[in-house]
């Protein structure tokens, strides 16, 4: 029986090759690009799955309730791991995690590397393997060193690195011996963690300095919680403990009139969970690595659109297709055929259509992936959808297409009495409810696509023209690596960087081209080297805690980055003093009082060395656009290294200017790759995200409405086959072309007007809630629905009349002879 079910839908099949055409192409380039979609998303959502017992894993982080709003911070101070570890016994492990960067040398042979310290507990709380060396004992000597599988690759070669002493630099002033006690696996890509080498937390910055002091924090700290233990109900132990070691930071807070929670509290220790740690925009988790769960959110939206469109293409070709093929059930239900066997033949053929678009939609998706990477990036791959998880989803996907697709026409020819059917009194030309709505549905979510991508790109462009209160399109950064560092000579030694900083300024200052060169701690943007950083300090003035962003600059830097100076001066190498002056933004003088601030002390550094306010700076975007200007104090850099160059060029001769500086640099650090961008670049590169969801909604919007017009077309060309001797008779009765194409298209473009004004309220929900994120936003503008009205009704538009002009210009005789 199944056999003959399979030929006789192969022969259908084969029979209306048309419109099984139309179903396949559909399907087949739906099927394509929501694979690819749906392996992103699923990508992503895999982050960090593969720890074992990853449910008890946490990242450790505060919650300060202020008066205005609600600060959550990841750095933590270096004595909380083991005092945590020692009074609460539901910790199983727990691990600290500094980041940093180190030349690693051995054999003449040096490398800059990610340098990364951690405790013991780290083995245990992450699913790390390890290729050689044993776990257990990995980092049990304070100058042990682990190392991952590509450095250990560059650095030994094949030789057996357990137990050689390499010699490693991570202060930037001198190399130390450390023995190699391990080598691990490289983590896979949906890892949060990545790491080069890793030597023990002892080994961190400042360490014995900041041994006993609560008010310094500096690293992130993980735990795993023993199995059963209850996030919330451990939070709640944590109370006393913090109101033991943090006394005089919720003393500070309340003094400042801070609004408790729920539970009365101003100050918490709190726990995230490692499992949503990709997702966790809010706290910030690990940095550089969180995006927004709406990304995701909106990847699997347009898969399911873009099937739900492709469905509707299939169910509405399926239906007119089946009152063509009234007679035909008609005959058979006449020589016996009963309900479940035409049932199972409709779906039958309807499996097959799905079958093959499957298997090319597939195959076309693994002939795009290449392009596909390059545009929106990821590391996904077809064999990921062999795994249980997704070839179950897969299948369910099939079997519902296949299921709703061939069991709707079926049923509804299947309700029509037999003598009906074949006397021919059944009405093929009258389209029905179900085929309006299917087609208002689809059209509704092409012009939800339309609107969030004219939406996005409007966003988009604002973010990218929008005035950030500096200079970044003629200034380049150049990060500094640790070699660089290094070379800045012993007489400098205790500021890293300002060596390398006065050779480029020596080399530079006499060319033409160039208008000014200074130095920071921190970048503008997400350079080239991938890091992002920002400091900030707190203290006490006038009987409130003020905090601020700290950064340590040169000489220059407000020449160098064009920002403007609202009151005082610039630092000066004419002012010795300078050296403990300060240069704030409007931001931070508001929060200070805003009145008669030049020359005020503040007491940074304590009350007995106080710093002097020498210049007030106008607000500027030192962050991204999704967050608010927050006070900003600039300080000159006398005690830590500078590790940004920044250098200003003319604006006519950008290209020469930075092959120039780029030989410069070349000449002065020729063992050193050159990793300066452009500030503009920088601060794109901030948005990367959402750049790759503009081109995803661009991308679902353009095949949502490419397979609703193909839908379009077939149900049009089935319309004016059945509408022939109507059309003919018009011409006769001396109709013109236009009148007819007129008369014909306007059914389906009050569907599509319909659909517009539907997809309206949806879209603005959805865009306004997607704007949220970003504390610089557009207004969403009425001129937007319109234009995606009138686009959505172009495009219709020219699909039916494609069709209705050619009815419509055939020879009437003709028509109404083949009637």
Not at 55 to 84: A, C, G, H, S
Request: proline fraction near 3%.
């Amino acid at each position: 029986m199944l056999k003959n079910y399979i030929i006789t839908a192969w022969r259908n099949l084969l029979k209306g090759r048309v419109f099984n055409l139309i179903n396949i192409t559909g399907l087949t380039v739906a099927v394509a690009c929501s694979v690819l979609l749906f392996l992103t998303a699923d990508f992503q959502l895999s982050y960090d799955k593969f720890h074992k017992d990853v449910k008890d894993i946490y990242q450790v982080y505060f919650t300060q309730n202020k008066d205005t709003e609600t600060n959550r911070d990841t750095p933590m101070p270096e004595p909380i791991t083991p005092v945590l570890k020692s009074e609460y016994p539901e910790i199983k492990y727990i691990s600290r995690l500094g980041n940093g960067g180190a030349l690693i040398r051995y054999k003449g042979k040096q490398l800059e590397q990610r340098l990364n310290y951690i405790d013991q507990d780290f083995f245990k709380i992450f699913t790390i393997e390890t290729s050689l060396g044993n776990k257990n004992s990995m980092l049990s000597g304070l100058h042990d060193i682990v190392l991952n599988e590509k450095v250990a690759q560059a650095v030994f070669g094949h030789e057996n690195p357990i137990g050689k002493t390499v010699e490693l630099n991570y202060t930037g002033q001198s190399f130390e011996s450390f023995v190699v006690s391990g080598v691990t696996k490289d983590l896979p890509y949906n890892s949060s963690l990545h790491f080069d080498m890793l030597v023990r937390f002892e080994n961190y910055r400042d360490y014995q300095a900041n041994l006993d002091k609560w008010d310094v924090g500096n690293h992130s700290v993980f735990l795993k919680l023993r199995e059963g233990t209850n996030q919330a109900a451990f939070e709640k132990k944590l109370v006393p403990f913090t109101n033991k070691y943090f006394k005089e930071n919720i003393e500070n807070l309340k003094r400042d009139g801070s609004k408790p929670d729920a539970n009365g509290q101003v100050f918490t220790i709190n726990l995230l969970p490692f499992a949503e740690n990709h997702f966790n925009t809010e706290v910030g988790g690990l940095e550089g690595n969180q995006i927004s769960i709406l990304y995701i959110y909106t990847l699997l939206a347009i898969v399911i659109f873009i099937l739900l469109i492709a469905c509707i293409n299939f169910i509405n070709l399926n239906i007119a297709r089946a009152f063509n093929r009234a007679r035909e059930v008609g005959v058979r239900k006449t020589l016996g055929a009963g309900k479940d066997q035409l049932l199972w033949q409709f779906l039958t053929e309807t499996s097959l259509v799905c079958l093959l678009a499957f298997i090319a939609g597939i195959a076309l998706s693994s002939f795009i992936l290449p392009y596909f990477k390059q545009l929106f990036g990821g590391y996904i791959s077809l064999k990921m959808l062999l795994q249980p998880a997704e070839l179950t989803i897969a299948l369910f996907v099939f079997l519902i297409i296949s299921f709703i697709a061939g069991y709707y026409p079926a049923w509804l020819m299947l309700r029509y009495k037999t003598v009906q059917v074949l006397k021919g009194s059944v009405n093929t030309t009258k389209p029905g409810k179900v085929r309006n709505a299917l087609l208002v549905t689809q059209f509704a979510l092409s012009t939800l696509l339309i609107i969030c991508t004219l939406v996005t790109w409007q966003q988009m462009r604002y973010i990218q023209t929008k005035p950030l209160g500096f200079n970044r399109t003629e200034v380049l950064s150049i990060p500094l690596g640790p070699n660089v560092l290094i070379s800045s000579g012993n007489d400098t030694k205790s500021r890293p960087g300002i060596h390398a900083l006065q050779l480029l300024r020596n080399a530079l200052q006499n060319q033409p081209d160039i208008v000014a060169i200074t130095a920071a701690h921190s970048n503008l943007g997400l350079g080239t080297d991938g890091h992002t950083s920002t400091q900030g300090v707190t203290f006490t003035y006038k009987g409130h805690e003020i905090g601020t962003n700290w950064l340590q600059v040169d000489y220059d830097y407000l020449k160098t980055l064009d920002i403007k100076l609202s009151n005082g001066r610039d630092f000066s190498r004419d002012f010795p003093g300078d050296s403990s002056a300060l240069i704030i933004n409007e931001k931070m003088a508001r929060q200070l009082g805003g009145k008669n601030l030049l020359g005020s002390y503040l007491p940074v550094n304590g009350e007995e060395h106080p710093m002097q306010i020498v210049g007030i700076v106008k607000d500027y975007n030192f962050r991204s656009l999704k967050e608010k200007i927050e006070p900003l104090t600039l300080v000159m850099n006398t005690g830590k290294s500078v590790e940004y160059v920044f250098v200003r060029v003319k604006s006519q001769n950008l290209v020469q200017s930075f092959d120039k500086i780029k030989s410069t640099w070349k000449s002065l650090f020729p063992n050193d790759e050159f990793q300066g961008s452009w500030l503009s670049e920088n601060t794109e590169r901030l948005y990367k995200g959402e750049k790759s969801l503009g081109n995803m909604f661009v991308s679902g919007a353009i095949i949502a409405i490419i397979i609703s017009c193909i839908g379009l077309l077939a149900i049009a060309m089935m319309v004016m086959a059945q509408r022939t001797k109507e059309i003919g008779i018009r011409k006769v009765l001396g109709s013109s072309v236009a009148g007819i194409v007129a008369l014909v298209s306007a059914d389906f473009l009050k569907l599509v007007l319909l659909a517009s004004v539907i997809s309206f309220p949806i879209a603005w929900i959805v865009m306004n809630g997607w704007l949220q994120n970003f504390a610089y936003r557009i207004d969403i503008s009425w001129w937007i629905f319109l234009l995606a009205g009138l686009l959505a009704v172009l495009i219709a538009f020219a699909t039916v009349s494609f069709q209705a002009i050619k009815a419509a210009l055939a020879n009437p005789v003709k028509s109404l002879r083949t009637e």
